[in-house]
């Protein structure tokens, strides 16, 4: 029978969250697409949160690939789609990780592209948008790595005001220690 074993907080995997969001209504620079990354996860869990909703011709689309620090694709071939709906798939189907299973990403890295196939018209209200909360266990050393990557970002956001806006909607990391198993 397994039993709980004690480990030093500094040596326990870590379960790490990271909230990818768009502005609430959603606004142009939300469909930009986002390349999001949890330094050393071999599999990230998504879900998302059950105020998410997409406008009668709005498509959001979770992606793996090969991607550069920069959010471009290295290699078109690489490129596969895991998800991708509508308002009316959402609505027959349900979202991941509510209605349905969530999503599972091998690796660590994900791309999120929100399209937009009609343009509102002036004065049609915009919706809420998507929010996605992305789990993953990670070793105890990646967490430092994650606050790193979140200050550089921070440090250089501001040389444009649609990446800073981009960064500070995408870039909200919670951790926590886990205990773990041990056989006896």
């Not at 979770?62 to 596969?80: E, M, P, Q, T, Y």
Request: glycine fraction near 8%; hydrophobic fraction near 40%; charge should be negative.
């Amino acid at each position: 029978m397994p039993s709980l074993v004690w480990q030093a907080a500094e040596q326990t995997p870590k379960v790490c969250y990271r909230v990818v969001e768009t502005s609430h209504p959603i606004n142009n620079e939300d469909f930009m697409g986002k390349t999001v990354r949890m330094p050393k996860a071999s599999r990230m869990i998504l879900r998302f949160d059950p105020l998410s909703h997409l406008e009668t011709g709005d498509f959001l689309s979770i992606s793996v690939g090969n991607f550069d620090a920069n959010g471009k694709l290295k290699d078109k071939h690489s490129k596969k789609v895991l998800w991708k709906a509508g308002r009316h798939d959402v609505a027959r189907s349900g979202w991941p990780g509510i209605d349905a299973p969530g999503i599972v990403v091998e690796g660590e890295c994900f791309q999120v592209s929100l399209e937009r196939l009609m343009s509102l018209r002036y004065g049609d209200e915009t919706v809420y948008g998507y929010r996605i909360i992305a789990e993953a266990e990670l070793p105890p050393d990646a967490v430092p790595d994650m606050q790193k990557q979140l200050a550089g970002r921070a440090g250089t956001a501001g040389s444009s005001a649609s990446s800073a806006s981009a960064e500070s909607s995408a870039s909200t990391f919670v951790c926590a220690s886990i205990l773990s198993e041990a056989q006896h």
